[in-house]
């Protein structure tokens, strides 16, 4: 019988690190070919391509760098390949998913997966995470999901999905929406039906820069006042509750938006933003009428993953479409 073709990408991240030298922590070593041999299942399921395109922590991946991840992607589809998985660092695996999601435009899936456990620790989950992303790339019942995330056994849908602990093995979940699948005794069960997707093209630039800033409590506004004079295309606050901030904030905001465009977001990790909520100064009907866009239930960093992108392609007029889109 003939296998299914499927590619695999290593990054790097906690999956392929290992210690070189006793006591000095782990560092990215581990190829994606010697990732592959710690799951020789796989053989039974696929033909498999597997491409270290590198050895980063994920703190270092820029957008660049995913670009051309993506293209290299894109060039596997192409190829034949009815999936495709990347593994990388856990960090930062919440926002290349974002990334990648607005600019896969394929019915093929694109998984990526890491590991919270290194290499050679006991009860390292790569090997496992990657077989069940292997999984979830092969199943019919993946087309038209664009990318997910799978770990520790729940797949999440990219637009959804956080990290929200810093070293437990259940590190991912998908606060308000919950996972979109999970393995059951090693098969992909989808728990709904896959939803309509926001794209965008590829950016034609790459230099913009968007800012993030978070509230907090008696915050001064140095940072704030320094935005545009710094050249920043963007700006997203990691917002308090429902997408609030101080009146001293909400002054600067006002000015700032008239320049470039400011998404609010909540900084509490889960949950939207209000917009018709509260109406003191600092609050969300005020933010709006002074020209910020409230991000719904895009997190702080998926909402400057958007803004960067939308800059790239010159398309922030659309902002509102793509924070609140159709049902
Ligand atoms: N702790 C991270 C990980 O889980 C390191 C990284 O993101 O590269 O992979």
Same mark, same amino acid.
């Given at each position: ?61 820029n957008f ?41 435009? !394929? ?54 999905? !956080? ?42 630039q790459t230099t913009q820069k968007i800012a993030l ?14 935005i545009l004079e710094l050249g920043y295309d963007g700006l997203v ?23 470039i ?43 400057r993953?958007?803004l960067w992108?939308?800059v790239g392609?010159? !398309? ?12």
């Amino acid at each position: 019988m003939d296998l299914p073709k499927l590619a695999i990408a290593a990054l790097g991240g906690t999956v392929s690190m290992q210690a070189s030298h006793a006591g000095e922590g782990v560092i990215p070593t581990v190829s994606g070919e010697t990732l592959l041999a710690s799951v020789p299942e796989l053989t039974t399921l696929a033909r498999v391509t597997v491409e270290t395109l590198g050895l980063l922590p994920s703190a270092s991946l820029n957008f660049e760098f995913l670009l051309s991840v993506l293209s290299w992607a894109r060039y596997q589809v192409e190829q034949g390949a009815i999936g495709v998985v990347i593994t990388q660092g856990t960090d930062t695996l919440e926002e290349t998913a974002t990334f990648f999601d607005y600019l896969w435009d !394929r019915n093929e899936p694109l998984v990526l997966t890491g590991a919270m456990r290194s290499a050679a620790q006991v009860g390292a989950d790569g090997p496992v995470n990657l077989l069940d992303a292997c999984r979830v790339a092969l199943a019919d019942t993946s087309q038209q999901r664009g990318v997910q995330v799978v770990m520790n056994g729940q797949i999440h849908q990219a637009g959804h999905v !956080r990290k929200t602990d810093s070293l437990a093995l259940q590190a991912f979940s998908s606060p308000v929406f919950g996972p979109a699948g999970l393995l059951v005794e090693n098969t992909v069960r989808y728990l709904r039906a896959p939803t309509p997707r926001m794209l965008l093209p590829l950016p034609q630039q790459t230099t913009q820069k968007i800012a993030l800033l978070e509230a907090s409590l008696s915050a001064d506004t140095l940072l704030l006042e320094n935005i545009l004079e710094l050249g920043y295309d963007g700006l997203v606050i990691a917002a308090f509750g429902a997408g609030h901030v101080s009146a001293r904030w909400a002054a600067v905001i006002e000015n700032i938006a008239k320049k470039i465009p400011v998404i609010i977001a909540t900084r509490t990790g889960s949950g939207a933003t209000a917009q018709f909520s509260y109406g003191f100064v600092g609050g969300e009907i005020d933010l709006i009428r002074k020209g910020a866009s409230m991000a719904g239930f895009l997190c702080p960093r998926k909402a400057r993953i958007l803004l960067w992108l939308l800059v790239g392609c010159q !398309r922030q007029d659309e902002l509102a479409s793509y924070l609140y889109p159709p049902l």
